[in-house]
């Protein structure tokens, strides 16, 4: 079994944060080093066991998009390897799973898309008839897909923090009426592309967040990662039924589990059973399986 990475240790370069899943170190004024660990959060919370491998499927994935989407916008990437600026006894640390980066100035929010009717969406649309107070036609299903693809932006909470859905007028506050505008549609240009080929390889995108930053030159674009099943909700085609909850490839499996479990979503949360992490690690590894096959 692979060896799992809960925590990156790279002394010879600085540390400046942890997320829920990667750790950033400084590499220079330029560039910045982003290890992908084995970490996996869910409702806002680090669980305290890693899913084998993950971080690798994961930067395999956005390496994947950030190299189909090029065309539509630029995004972080270097073209550096990770090897190359590390010490060879911390190699082993980034091989596979690191990328190098570019220093951008992120914005404050996370765009998110919707194309499909779930998860928090399908409750608001339950309650009220619409998703994000964006209303919607009567009658939709569970997993029904949507008339058009939904810009739902919501805000960047800290670690162990809840994100929260925002209004697009919210999200013109925080950016400016011409950014906002550029996010939006730079992010309903990045789903319909990456839906559409998802979709010839057997999976639907339900939904996916991106996160965007800005060179000194204000040129746009796109970070951190990118439609990935920590980022997304996969689910297969073969299996889609509109009224009944899709399978997945993502980490709502692990979710569903937690759910059962009777955990109060508070941390700390409970530990993983191995057979759970597995399974996650092998759904994470179909979905790159798939999304890449040629």
């Known amino acids: 079994m692979i060896a799992a990475l809960s925590i990156s240790q790279i002394p010879s370069l600085q540390l400046l944060s942890r997320g829920k899943v990667r750790d950033l170190y400084a590499i220079d004024d330029q560039r910045l080093l982003m290890v992908a660990t084995d970490r996996l959060s869910a409702f806002d919370v680090i669980l305290p066991t890693p899913i084998p491998g993950k971080g690798c499927v994961l930067t395999t994935i956005s390496q994947f998009w950030f190299d189909r ?124 592309e990456a839906a559409a080929w998802a979709l010839s390889r057997g999976i639907i995108i339900a939904d996916t967040k991106f996160e965007f930053g800005l060179d000194q030159s204000g040129q746009l674009h796109l970070i951190d990662e990118a439609l990935t099943p920590d980022s997304s909700r996969f689910w297969p085609v073969d299996q889609y039924q509109p009224g009944h909850q899709p399978p997945s490839f993502d980490k709502q499996f692990v979710r569903d589990w937690l759910e059962q479990s009777g955990w109060n979503k508070v941390a700390p949360a409970p530990d993983l059973p191995e057979e759970i992490a597995l399974k996650t690690a092998e759904k994470y590894r179909e979905a790159m399986t798939r999304l890449l096959s040629d």
Request: glycine letters at 8%; hydrophobic letters at 40%.
């Open 69 to 192: 989407l090029a065309h539509l916008l630029p995004n972080h990437l270097t073209g550096d390897t990770p090897e190359s600026v590390v010490r060879p006894n911390e190699i082993e640390q980034v091989k596979g799973r690191a990328m190098v980066v570019k220093r951008l100035s992120p914005l404050p929010i996370e765009a998110v898309v919707r194309g499909y009717l779930a998860g928090s969406g399908w409750k608001e649309y339950q309650s009220q008839g619409s998703v994000c107070g964006i209303a919607l036609p009567a009658g939709l299903k569970l997993a029904d897909k949507l008339p058009e693809p939904l810009f739902t932006p919501s805000t960047k909470a800290a670690v162990g923090e809840h994100d929260e859905n925002i209004a697009y007028a919210q999200a013109e506050l925080l950016l400016g009426r011409s950014l906002a505008a550029r996010v939006r549609d730079a992010s309903l240009a990045l789903y319909t």
